[in-house]
């Protein structure tokens, strides 16, 4: 699933690379120290994109490939694992492998199936995109606080290519108590970019999508039917949105 995945993506990367052009226009508008990172996804497109100044939420455990982060390290919480973690569930700890897919349990010609500490085999850290996830390794659980934590502060949220689908159950209830949890519910607003040209007979979804958002989370969310693509050529207007309503 991992090679199919990185082969996957990696094309259309080099074809198109929107989320490298996001953050390289993120810099230039001054935006991207304001900007936190939270993926469900397992690649490492926008981890490629941001490079190795970024903060994972994780301590991981020793591992040559892993950078020291400046104080400037831009936040990316990853809720459902990534693709370069391995996991070893005797020490409860997990290794990063810098920017590589771990396609194999073999890296450099070296064993890395095997925990350094315990010799445990490790695992891949995948959540499943299933009613049912074990949120329970605490490197995990860090992450989801953390990401808790970061929305409290945050007066705007930015949904790209997500349809808050009924299996994220969690991350309903996350987004429901970063909502409540603040003196001013209203306080903080949503823009959804999760589009393409819809073709006519696709504009019923898009309009459920964006009915179950207002549904969810208030009259504060603008559906901006634009595309990732738009929005990574131009992200300073997209931040804008709903400023003026709020005034």
């Known amino acids: 699933m991992a090679k199919a995945i990185d082969d996957g993506l990696r094309r259309k990367a080099l074809a198109h690379p929107p989320h490298r052009l996001l953050v390289n226009n993120l810099k230039a508008s001054g935006l991207i120290n ?6 469900t996804n397992y690649d490492l497109c926008i981890d490629h994109a941001l490079g190795p100044d970024r903060d994972y939420a994780v301590d991981f455990a020793a591992n040559e490939e892993v950078n020291v982060l400046s104080p400037q390290a831009v936040k990316l919480f990853k809720l459902h694992g990534s693709l370069n973690w391995l996991y070893c569930p005797v020490c409860n ?54 990401a808790e934590d970061a929305l409290r502060e945050v ?6 290519g997500y349809s808050l689908p009924d299996a994220d159950m969690h991350i309903k209830y996350l987004l429901k ?8 519910p209203e306080s903080v607003r949503f823009t959804l ?19 179950r958002y207002l549904r969810f ?31």
């Open 34 to 39: 304001e900007t936190i990172f939270i993926s």
């Open 93 to 146: 700890n997990v290794k990063q492998f810098g920017s590589k897919v771990v396609l194999s349990l073999q890296y450099k010609g070296r064993e890395v199936n095997r925990c350094g500490f315990c010799r445990s085999i490790l695992s891949p850290v995948i959540v499943p995109p299933t009613f049912y996830k074990d949120m329970s390794r605490v490197f995990l659980s860090r992450i989801w606080n953390k």
């Open 155 to 160: 007066d705007h949220i930015i949904f790209c």
């Open 177 to 184: 108590r970063m909502q409540t949890n603040r003196t001013n």
């Open 193 to 211: 970019v999760n589009h393409h040209k819809v073709p006519p007979k696709k504009k019923k979804d898009a309009d459920d999508e964006a009915h």
């Open 217 to 247: 989370l208030g009259k504060r969310v603008t559906d901006t039917r634009s595309s990732f693509q738009k929005f990574a050529r131009d992200p300073n207007s997209f931040y804008q949105i709903g400023k003026k309503r709020r005034q």
